[in-house]
T-cell receptor, first 112, second 113 residues
Framework: GEDVEQSLFLSVREGDSSVINCTYTDSSSTYLYWYKQEPGAGLQLLTYIFSNMDMKQDQRLTVLLNKKDKHLSLRIADTQTGDSAIYFCAETRTGGGNKLTFGTGTQLKVEL | ETGVTQTPRHLVMGMTNKKSLKCEQHLGHNAMYWYKQSAKKPLELMFVYNFKEQTENNSVPSRFSPECPNSSHLFLHLHTLQPEDSALYLC????????????FGPGTRLTVT
């Protein structure tokens, strides 16, 4: 399959944790990535995880990968207003070369 | 300059114009990409260049013509565009080894009138 799916919207209160979810259908994924896009800007790489890993932590960001369920999540601890953006997950696949398949993006809104 | 730069940042052109978008990467990468991002649609890969050679053309209409003179520069030549071509055009670059994570430029916001 070709789909990488994300929920469209997520709203959280400042200081809470945010969890953005992503599901994919192709079991040949090699690397999975999270990108952030602020209004009027390009995509900023946040982090990536190799498909044989379960978890990766980088400061306020925690990536969890459940390869059996083909589920990827990004947890942002202590969410701030500056975290408001669209978050994209993406994957590369075995045999896909350097081509990235992107999800549809999740709009995160952080409220005071 | 660091990272990936794109010029111009904004472009308004008529359907009969010819214009070019420019992308430059300062990361020592050997692959470059053009993407189209339209409202309410997933990011669309247009072209891929590995070591200056085009390796992917994702069924892009011929009114979009890419050029990659070296591993650091990528152009997208535009002619006789349609209003539905209005979008954010993003350039990215990566290495061809390891995680191959792509780094993006800020994009060119194109409006075709």
């Amino acid at each position: 399959g070709e789909d990488v799916e994300q929920s469209l919207f997520l709203s959280v209160r400042e200081g809470d944790s945010s969890v953005i979810n992503c599901t994919y259908t192709d079991s040949s994924s090699t690397y999975l990535y999270w990108y952030k896009q602020e209004p009027g800007a390009g995509l900023q790489l946040l982090t990536y995880i190799f498909s044989n890993m379960d978890m990766k932590q980088d400061q306020r960001l925690t990536v969890l990968l459940n390869k059996k369920d083909k589920h990827l999540s990004l947890r942002i601890a202590d969410t701030q207003t500056g975290d408001s953006a669209i978050y994209f997950c993406a994957e590369t696949r075995t045999g896909g070369g350097n081509k990235l398949t992107f999800g549809t993006g999740t709009q995160l809104k952080v409220e005071l | 300059e660091t990272g990936v730069t794109q010029t111009p940042r904004h472009l308004v052109m008529g359907m009969t114009n010819k214009k070019s978008l420019k992308c430059e990467q300062h990361l020592g990468h050997n692959a470059m990409y053009w993407y189209k991002q339209s409202a309410k649609k997933p990011l669309e890969l247009m072209f891929v260049y590995n070591f200056k050679e085009q390796t992917e053309n994702n069924s892009v209409p011929s009114r979009f013509s890419p050029e990659c003179p070296n591993s650091s520069h990528l152009f997208l030549h535009l002619h006789t565009l349609q209003p539905e071509d209005s979008a954010l055009y993003l350039c990215a670059s990566s290495l061809l080894e390891g995680p191959r994570e792509q780094y993006f430029g800020p994009g060119t916001r194109l409006t075709v009138t």
